[in-house]
């Protein structure tokens, strides 16, 4: 069963920008969607990048600010996040399942079913 631990989080100012990291024990690279979600206070999960085998799956709303790679020496996913704005202030998560990630549907959390602690992101204007 992979676990997985975020990490990269903190406060920037609008425009700035931060790097998360998703380590992934148990992580088989081939094995496995990671998805990137982002929940703000009183607001739904919402699912903002996925990769799977170097495929990346971007959503609109984050689409030329955002991009997701991995290491798969480290078992490490990464979410780069840049021009960031107030905005994307949000609590970010990193999600496993099984499989490969899907155009339509990666960002649709309750298709993962093993979750990271979550990483708190915190843009100021």
């Known amino acids: 069963q992979v676990q997985l631990v975020e990490s990269g989080g903190g406060s920037v100012q609008a425009g700035g920008s931060l790097r998360l990291s998703c380590a992934a024990s148990?992580?088989?690279?081939?094995?496995?969607?990671i998805g990137w979600f982002r929940q703000a206070p009183g607001k739904e999960r919402e699912g903002v990048a996925a990769i799977y085998i170097g495929s990346t799956y971007i959503h609109n709303s984050v689409k030329g600010r955002f991009t997701t790679s991995q290491d798969v020496a480290k078992n490490t996913v990464y979410l780069q996040m840049n021009s960031l704005k107030p905005e994307d202030t949000a609590m970010y998560y990193c999600?496993?399942?099984?499989?490969?990630?899907?155009?339509?549907?990666?960002?649709?959390?309750?298709?993962?079913?093993?979750w990271g602690q979550g990483t708190q992101v915190t843009v100021s204007s």
């Open positions: 148990g992580y088989i690279y081939s094995r496995y969607c």
């Open positions: 999600a496993a399942k099984s499989g490969a990630c899907a155009e339509f549907t990666f960002m649709i959390a309750a298709r993962y079913n093993v």
